[in-house]
């Protein structure tokens, strides 16, 4: 069985600083697929990111880097200098070979400025 | 682009009242879904269709019911909707990833 677990509910901070979303997953496959999707309050998942099982290579798009680490089964992301538009729902979600994605229960993330 | 469209956006029914949520791709994807999302919780799969292959989920309400006519469209049919079916109702295709439409919120009153 996947299991995806976001341990922080919810997170609040200051325009400008920069944060960490955590995300730990479980599966016995050894072929997956991780993924962060941004659900603002207008409801759409906005898609950010997928990455295999066989690429730890970490990733950096603009503000945005994402941390995967299969000795720990992690898969963070950070969000560099936070702008009040990154005020959002983020998902973290697993997908392996004939399985449908499984999510895990969600942040919220609440820029201030 | 627009590539996943959900209609309408947004929703109003009455108890009991049935209700068709619709869904139209044009990324030509053989596999689309239904999820169903309520209130600060993680969206939670109802069913499937691989092609015209119509995949339930073991706990999804015999109340919900899909029709896939085509390759583009989908459609959710809830016959009897209760207070607990309000919620945002996502579709979506995949093929290399998932790709998700804006969603429908049902309300039910």
């Known amino acids: 069985a996947q299991k995806v677990t976001q341990a922080q509910t919810e997170i609040s901070v200051v325009e400008k600083e920069d944060v960490t979303l955590d995300c730990v997953y479980e599966t016995r496959d050894t072929t997956y697929y991780l993924f962060w999707y941004k659900q603002p309050p207008s409801g759409e998942l906005v898609f950010l990111i997928r990455r295999n099982s066989f690429d730890e290579q970490n990733e950096i798009s603009g503000r945005y880097s994402w941390n995967f680490q299969k000795s720990t089964s992690s898969f963070n992301f950070t969000i560099t200098a936070s702008q009040v538009v990154d005020s959002a729902v983020y998902f973290c979600a697993l997908e392996t070979s004939g399985s449908r994605l499984t999510f895990g229960e969600g942040t919220q993330l609440t820029v201030n400025p | 682009d627009a590539m996943v469209i959900q209609n309408p956006r947004y929703q109003v029914t009455q108890f009991g009242k049935p209700v068709t949520l619709s869904c139209s791709q044009t990324l030509n994807h053989n596999v689309m879904y239904w999820y169903q999302q309520k209130s600060s919780q993680a969206p939670k799969l109802l069913f499937h269709y691989y092609d015209k292959d119509f995949n339930n989920e073991a706990d999804t309400p015999d109340n919900f019911q899909s029709r896939r006519p085509n390759t583009s469209f989908c459609f959710l049919d809830i016959r009897s909707p209760g207070l607990g079916d309000a919620a945002m109702y996502l579709c979506?295709?995949?093929?290399?990833?998932?790709?998700f439409g804006p969603g429908t919120r049902l309300t039910v009153l």
């Open positions: 979506a295709t995949s093929r290399d990833r998932m790709y």
